[in-house]
């Protein structure tokens, strides 16, 4: 499963059983740190899942800005409440990349609100099954 944090929402996708195609869920909107990791948690078991990766902003030149920083400390509080590994996954341009495919096929802008968030992190856990398929990562998402 992969997790796309936002302010308000937060993004999710699930690979197939066979760990080839990504595919986008409807989003969490976020309430406070404590509903926001029991509605994973019960959406992780519901699931089934292996393992989570969160996409992690970092800056185009590499560098952890406050964002970033605080999607670590989102993922450490997810490492201390859930069972499964955590790992964080380069997000760049994930968002802007989603954004960009519902334009190209039209979707208006308040649907796009709905979708991006699900195909962001769909985004993510693709770069993170490709990477895994190529032997540059660990584990089942």
């Known amino acids: 499963?992969?997790?796309?944090?936002?302010?308000?929402?937060?993004?999710?996708?699930?690979?197939?059983?066979?760990?080839?195609?990504?595919?986008?869920?409807?989003?969490?909107?976020?309430r406070n740190l404590a509903q926001d990791l029991a509605r994973i948690r019960s959406l992780g078991e519901e699931l089934h899942v292996q393992r989570i990766v969160v996409g992690w902003p970092i800056s185009l030149n590499g560098?952890?800005?406050?964002?970033?920083?605080?999607?670590?400390?989102?993922?450490?509080?997810?490492?201390?409440?859930l069972a499964w590994p955590?790992?964080?996954?380069?997000?760049?341009?994930?968002?802007?990349?989603?954004?960009?495919?519902?334009?190209?096929?039209?979707?208006?802008?308040r649907r796009r609100r709905d979708l991006v968030d699900g195909l962001a992190a769909a985004g993510i856990l693709k770069t993170y099954l490709d990477r895994r398929a190529a032997g540059q990562e660990r584990g089942d998402a």
Not at 1 to 7: S, T
């Open 86 to 109: 955590v790992d964080l996954v380069d997000e760049r341009f994930t968002t802007r990349e989603a954004e960009r495919i519902l334009v190209d096929q039209n979707v208006r802008r």
């Open 63 to 81: 560098t952890v800005g406050p964002q970033a920083q605080r999607v670590e400390a989102f993922v450490e509080r997810l490492r201390q409440a």
């Open 1 to 30: 499963m992969a997790l796309d944090i936002g302010e308000k929402r937060v993004g999710v996708a699930v690979s197939d059983e066979t760990g080839t195609i990504a595919t986008p869920r409807d989003p969490i909107l976020r």
